[in-house]
DNA sequence: CTCATTGCAAATAATTTGCATGTAA
DNA sequence: TTACATGCAAATTATTTGCAATGAG
């Protein structure tokens, strides 16, 4: 693994403003899918989860290893792999690739169902709705009468930002 | 790298039937890009090229390879590497990762702007087009000041012969 | 002749896994 | 005390690269 690419982004943006209430149902479901399946509330899982919960949306494994170490020095990286696969297997976290090779993970939020805008020189992204896009979605898969379980759209561009340089 | 996955899929699918003159368009434009940089026309690049002309579309680098080892036997797989990142590099191939981890390539075709809709049981990939989705896409992006360079539009879900079982 | 190309093996890089040790319940 | 968890290192898997040998121009 390539420990040099390690970089806390959350230090680039301003800490996230979570929903409580949220949190507190994603604390519970998680809860519930541990009990379910006999697995164990250990330091790490905990210490891991609530950071998960307090740093930017699509975060990396790596980011978030790198901020969860700020706390406890000694978790492993297997260790934050292995939760975030639990988190995302009970459907507290969704997995996502993009273009750059690695794996993020974004909270998971049935209400907003959003696809991904990328800015391909500054790494921006932003969550777009388009309820439109998602209704000629469901007219193409019928049309090739295809059952759609799941989607990926993303679009990839500069910024406002990265258009000037 | 796993071995045991080669599996020739253009067996599975009829012989796929091409426009002789895009494809001597796609001749031609690897020729002079290979020319106006120095690269050398072997046999390797020849019988990869070709037989990457002949194939359905979307292939993967070992599917590639084991049609290409029918002809020639002794080709090494760095050479299709190579040789598929050259297409890709002058535009005659796009290079596109779905769900499976591996890179699959196919034919550049400028008008036939398409996306994809792949079944989750059996794998089918069905390209289709839909201009509505795309003038939404722009909107999307200006809504964000994006600049848009390109987009990736997947949808993932069960194929008519895979929803009976 | 010269430098691009090839085939092979070794290197990368992200992720996963085996296993001895640690620790919830 | 009995599995589950952890940390580490080693294994995996797709892809890339170094290098000596080959071959195109």
Redesign the pocket.
Known sequence: ??RT?IESQSTKTPPVLRDPKALDHFRALLATY?SK?????????HVIVETFFAVHNHV???ELLAEVRIK?S??????V???L?LLAECGVAHER?FGD???RYELADESAHHDHLICVDCGKIVEFEEPRIEALQDEVAQRYGFLLKSHRHEMYGLCSDCQGK
């Open positions: 693994m390539n690419r541990m399946r006999g697995l164990r509330s250990t330091d790490q899982r990396s494994i790596e406890d000694r978790v492993g990286y297997a260790t792999y292995r939760t696969k690739h090779g690695l794996a």
